[in-house]
Every structure is written in C-alpha cells, then in structure tokens.
C-alpha cells in the first residue's frame, strides 16, 4: 500500500495562500490521490481528487508531478473556517479498495 | 437526499462489554468502510463491506465484525470491549470502486470504562 507522509502541522493567516504537500513514493500506477478535510468531532469531507496534473473546483486546486511521487494541496485565501486537519490518501485497484490515512496536517489560520 | 447516518451518536460502555454500531449510506451507495479514530489520530481502516461481504479488513483483532445488509446498511460489532477501544468510529460509503470519493457520517463517539 503507498504511504504518505505529509507534514504535521502548518500556520497561516487569512487570506493567505496555503500549500500542503504530500509525498507518496511507492504510489501505484492505477492509484488515485485524494485529499479530504476534517473538523473536530466530525467526519473526515471530500475537498478533491486527481491522478496526474493539475485538478481545481471550488475550494481547491490539487498540483501533481509527472512522477506522481507527492501531490499539493493548494488553499487560496484561507479564512479562519479553514483551520482544521487535511488528510491525504492515496489507493486504487492495485490497494487492494483500501483508502489508508495517514496523520494528517493541522493547518491553523490565524487572524 | 440524506448522507451518511450513523446511531448512536454517542455510547457508553463497560469493560467485556459487547456493541453494535449502525450506519445507513448515502442514496445510491453500496460500499460501506469502517473506521477508528483515537483522539488526536487519523482514522484507521477497519474494513469494508461490499455486496454483503467483508472485501478488505485492517490490523485489528476479530473481536471487530461487521455485517452489511441488501439495502446496503451496515452494523460494526464490537466484543470483549476494551479501555482502548475507546474511540470514534466512522463510517463512510462509496460507490463500488476506490475511485468514488467517501461519504463520512459524523461517527459514534465509544466511551468504553
């Protein structure tokens, strides 16, 4: 199963731009990489989804390398609402339909 | 169209104990995985049910079962309950492939004494 390994915790302020990178190094070729947010005492939520370049909606924009080897998670102007901790997962076929998280980044946005 | 719901929302148990956890999926789901978050951790993958079978299971002992029914709802049972199974399950459905993104209900949070 790929791993990944993203960074324990990041600060930020709103209206600032926020980067979250993950790294995924044994990442399988028919595997997917997703990210998903969540906030205390709740469900983990979708944010996005993608398998190789570039990917946006909404509330995010998700860059991937040619190499697949890490993926980021890129927030445009976080508010306050967005403090909270952002997963991602990477799985497909070839994991066997495990979705593993690991430990996630507490992002704090402060004022 | 409703989401995810799981019941209880919140539980108390004793040690030895045994629980049943529910989870009903979105409309239009069949795939429903099961997982634990301790305090402060990310969630751990318990298993997965598909078609009324258990498709993938985790590291966890078989005191952990589950059960999947034709309308696609689902129980995780729990025996012999542990101090350190205290924790808040979740449980999320899908649409068959790992592809479809997971739909999480807002967990049962077990308190286990």
């Known amino acids: 199963l790929a791993k990944t390994t993203q960074p324990i915790s990041m600060d930020s302020y709103e209206g600032q731009e926020v980067n979250i990178t993950c790294s995924h190094n044994?990442?399988?070729?028919?595997?997917?990489i997703t990210w998903y947010q969540q906030f205390p005492s709740q469900g983990p939520r979708f944010i996005i989804q993608?398998?190789?370049t570039k990917v946006t909606n909404e509330v995010a924009s998700l860059f991937i390398p040619a190499d697949r080897k890490s993926s980021t998670l890129s927030l445009p102007r976080v508010s306050l609402s967005d403090t909270a901790v952002y997963y991602c997962?990477?799985?497909?076929?070839?994991?066997?339909?495990?979705?593993?998280f690991g430990s996630g980044t507490r992002l704090l946005v402060r004022p | 169209d409703a989401g995810v719901t799981q019941s209880p929302t919140h539980l108390i148990k004793t040690r030895g104990q045994q629980v049943t956890l529910r989870c009903s999926p979105k409309?239009?789901?069949?795939?429903v995985s099961w997982y634990q978050q301790a305090l402060g951790q990310g969630p751990q993958f318990i298993f997965q049910?598909?078609?009324?079978?258990?498709?993938q299971r985790g590291n966890f002992p078989d005191r952990f079962s589950g059960h999947q029914f034709p309308n696609y709802s689902s129980e995780l049972n729990v025996n012999a309950l542990l101090l350190g199974d205290s924790a808040l399950y979740l449980c999320?459905?899908?649409?068959?492939?790992?592809?479809?993104?997971?739909?999480f209900g807002s967990g049962t949070q077990l308190s286990v004494l």
């Open positions: 999320a459905s899908s649409r068959g492939t790992v592809e479809e993104k997971l739909f």
């Open positions: 044994n990442i399988a070729t028919n595997d997917y």
């Open positions: 993608g398998y190789k």
């Open positions: 997962l990477v799985g497909g076929q070839d994991s066997s339909y495990k979705l593993i």
């Open positions: 409309s239009g789901h069949d795939t």
């Open positions: 049910y598909y078609e009324e079978e258990e498709r």
